[in-house]
């Protein structure tokens, strides 16, 4: 039963956090939280055994670092020219 509770717990989190993170104006931390939240729905979808919850997050989380280095890639390309 305990464990019941805190997969639940682990839910709840991951939806709080991509919720949140679709509230930010700053694109590198909506995609860093995001990337978070991505992240416990993956464990959750993992621990209930709901694979296109897990797979579909896990492509998310996967298209959010892809941007947050081509940002950071981005700023170290302006800074070396600058």
């Given at each position: 039963m305990e464990n019941i509770d805190l997969i639940e717990v682990l839910g709840y989190a991951a939806s709080v956090m991509v919720a949140i993170s679709l509230m930010m104006k700053d694109i590198v931390f909506l995609r860093c939280l995001n990337f978070l939240g991505c992240s416990f729905f993956v464990a959750?979808?993992?621990?209930?055994?709901?694979?296109?919850?897990?797979?579909?997050?896990?492509f998310?989380?996967?298209?959010?670092?892809?941007?947050?280095?081509?940002?950071?890639?981005?700023?170290?390309?302006?800074?070396?020219t600058a």
């Amino acid at each position: 039963m305990e464990n019941i509770d805190l997969i639940e717990v682990l839910g709840y989190a991951a939806s709080v956090m991509v919720a949140i993170s679709l509230m930010m104006k700053d694109i590198v931390f909506l995609r860093c939280l995001n990337f978070l939240g991505c992240s416990f729905f993956v464990a959750y979808g993992y621990s209930i055994e709901a694979w296109p919850v897990a797979g579909m997050n896990a492509f998310v989380a996967c298209i959010n670092i892809y941007h947050l280095a081509k940002i950071y890639r981005n700023k170290q390309l302006q800074t070396q020219t600058a």
